[in-house]
């Protein structure tokens, strides 16, 4: 059944002085009027790598349920576009759903539902700015799908994501957010006359396995964009993506 109310209370944000308090399970579970059963399950979506390096007591973190809910999306999503595109073709409907479902909409997702609030993090990653990173953020509301699929059952989880596909599905029709960026800028750059955009790693940084990577894209001898991501491959997008912002061809 819908979960009437919890788009309006996700919208309204808490003013915060001082240090940031970080929001309990519990207080998140009212904001969002989302009737978890079992807090504990939430609890450990908002558990942080981080957090259970330095409180050794806790017995897991995101990761598994990261895994889960990222299952989970791909194919709600999937038959969400089945039903509500019946236009468009198959590669049309795979662009929309990579578009819907890459980290930097997910991670706009958690930010519409002021995740970030109540992620437990380590004190280091939290002082680093960890509450705002995509990565974490993409993880964070994974995490939170594959807990709500687990607590609740499937027709939960469609309440709470679909109100958030609409909206962004029409922005990435209207600003073709499904076209990979790299590939348009190549096809504008080459249309204009100048040379394939060259990618460069400039700079790499963190431990193996949460490494960030600084990307550039270089057009004409001038560095036009630049992306910071945890793999080269995002990170080159994003440099991609803010060439074409910088060119007068993106949002």
Not at 169 to 180: C, G, P, S, T
Not at 233 to 246: F, H, P, V
Request: hydrophobic share 40%; aromatic share 8%; charged share 25%.
């Amino acid at each position: 059944m819908p979960l009437p109310g919890f788009w309006e209370n996700a919208k309204l944000k808490k003013a915060i002085q001082g240090e940031p308090k970080v929001e309990s399970p519990e207080d998140l579970a009212r904001r969002l009027n989302i009737p978890f059963s079992n807090l504990a399950i939430l609890r450990r979506a908002l558990t942080h790598r981080s957090f259970l390096n330095e409180n050794p007591d806790m017995l897991e973190d995101n990761e598994r349920l990261e895994f889960l809910g990222d299952a989970v999306l791909d194919f709600l999503v999937g038959a969400w576009l089945y039903n509500n595109f019946p236009e468009l073709a198959e590669g049309d409907l795979t662009r929309m759903r990579s578009a819907l479902v890459r980290t930097e909409q997910l991670a706009e997702f958690a930010r519409v539902l002021d995740l970030g609030s109540a992620l437990k993090l380590g004190r280091g990653e939290g002082l680093g700015g960890g509450r705002d990173r995509q990565i974490l953020l993409c993880g964070a509301f994974e995490a939170l799908v594959g807990a709500l699929y687990l607590d609740r059952g499937f027709h939960i989880v469609q309440d709470f994501i679909e109100p958030l596909l609409e909206p962004a599905a029409r922005q990435v029709i209207e600003k073709h957010k499904d076209r990979d960026p790299k590939s348009q800028l190549q096809e504008i750059v080459q249309s204009q006359g100048h040379s394939t955009p060259q990618y460069r790693v400039v700079a790499a940084s963190g431990p193996d396995h949460e490494k960030s990577f600084e990307v550039e894209v270089v057009i004409g001898g001038k560095v036009l964009g630049f992306g910071q991501a945890h793999s080269k491959r995002s990170a080159s997008k994003l440099a991609a993506q803010q060439a074409l912002e910088n060119m007068g061809f993106g949002v």
